[in-house]
């Protein structure tokens, strides 16, 4: 049971942070749901205008951070919302990314084959490149820290994230996870790219051997694939100097990287990448199905032109194939996508796609 507040030395009343966060949130507009995780109050999911987020308790030292990307957001990473403060708790707002994350991934696929772990790094790279645009270390690069989303991999939780100042000989706060932190992450020295490369070259040595790390990475835990081990061993070198200097460099020494294009996104992407997608997708959605349901109305009213039953139900079916069969299709599809492994839908998406074109243009066919 939460206490709602606590007296000070003085006999005033002090009111904790979690309770100043709920009301941060509800003058804000949001409602919550219920923690993000059970048995624990923050991060907590909530809702304000149909749109569901994830609000989290700030430390103050990672407010610039935090307003530099809600400013710019970054590539497949969670975009800042808002920003809540009160005198002393402070409360970030950012959306949800409900997918997998590459520890559970691993656990129940066991290790990525060489070529998904390619596109991992990419992606990701991808990330650390704009995030090093903006001077900005994550510093918590991790297996739970990746979520698989979609088809893509996105890097959460900021928490640990600071900006690089080169005046600095270390860093003011040491943060990390031991067995994926580089040695700087410990106070030997200020935090920069490489910190994060040498914390992506972890993770890639896990996805590839199946096992996360019990201590730093050595010969009897690194990778045995030839064209792997060498980067991973360079990425993780204990000596900032040795290793990539940039995201850059690292994705220019993956393997078919003189084949690699970055995903350029389609414009439906650009569009749900903009702040105000998540205000007006709820009422586009709405109204994109109400024209649907207008469209099958006209169809049904349509075949009552035809004199006979028959005929009447030869034309709803050439209907249903057109407007109906695809939605359907769709959904099934979707339903897959999310119910079987990456690599199982990648085998076979194609093939889905084509068996539905078929099937589609036969009904057709049977019933001209």
């Known amino acids: 049971m939460i206490k709602v507040s606590n007296f000070d030395k003085k006999g005033g009343v002090t009111v904790l942070p979690i309770v100043q966060a709920m009301q941060l949130l509800s003058t804000a507009g949001y409602e919550p749901l219920g923690p993000l995780v059970a048995q624990r109050g923050f991060p907590l999911l909530v809702k304000k205008q149909q749109v569901v987020s994830v609000a989290k308790l700030v430390n103050p030292d990672n407010i610039p ?9 970054i590539p497949r990473m ?19 990314i409900n997918g997998q994350t590459l520890a559970d991934r691993l656990a129940t696929q066991g290790p990525f084959s060489p070529e998904m772990t390619v596109r991992v790094a990419q992606e990701l790279l991808i990330t650390l490149q704009a995030l090093g645009q903006q001077q900005i270390v994550h510093r918590d690069l991790k297996l739970s820290n990746v979520m ?31 067995g994926f932190a580089a040695p ?26 199946g096992q996360e790390p019990s201590g730093p990475l050595d010969t009897t835990t690194l990778t045995q694939d030839s064209t792997w081990a060498p980067i991973i061993m360079k990425a993780t070198a204990l000596d900032p100097q040795q290793r ?14 003189e084949h690699y294009r970055p995903h350029r996104q389609s414009m439906i992407k650009r569009i749900q990448a903009r702040q105000w997608w998540p205000k007006v997708k709820r009422p586009l959605q709405i109204s994109l ?7 099958v109305v006209a169809t049904i009213g349509a075949g009552f032109d035809n004199t006979t039953w028959p005929a009447r139900v030869d034309f709803w079916t050439e209907g249903f194939m057109i407007i109906g069969a695809p939605l359907i299709a769709h959904y099934a599809n979707q339903w897959l996508k999310h119910h079987w492994s990456v690599l199982r839908w990648h085998r ?21």
């Open 244 to 257: 990539y200097q940039s995201a850059t460099a690292m994705l220019a020494a993956l393997p078919g990287h």
């Open 348 to 368: 076979y998406r194609w093939w889905l796609r084509v068996a539905e074109a078929i099937f589609i243009f036969l009904m057709l066919g049977r019933n001209g």
């Open 289 to 295: 199905w109400g024209l649907y349901i207008l469209l």
């Open 184 to 209: 700087e992450n410990y106070g030997f020295a200020q935090t920069d790219q490489r910190s994060d490369l040498y914390s992506l070259g972890v993770v890639l040595n896990c996805l590839l051997t």
């Open 78 to 96: 969670p975009r800042i919302e808002a920003l809540l403060t009160a005198a002393d708790c402070i409360v970030s707002v950012e959306t949800l």
């Open 148 to 178: 698989c989303y979609r088809d893509h991999y996105y890097l959460i939780d900021v928490n640990a994230a600071r900006q690089y100042h080169a005046e600095q000989d270390s860093d003011t706060r040491l943060l990390g996870t031991i």
């Open 65 to 73: 951070v935090l307003q530099r990307l809600k400013q710019q957001p």
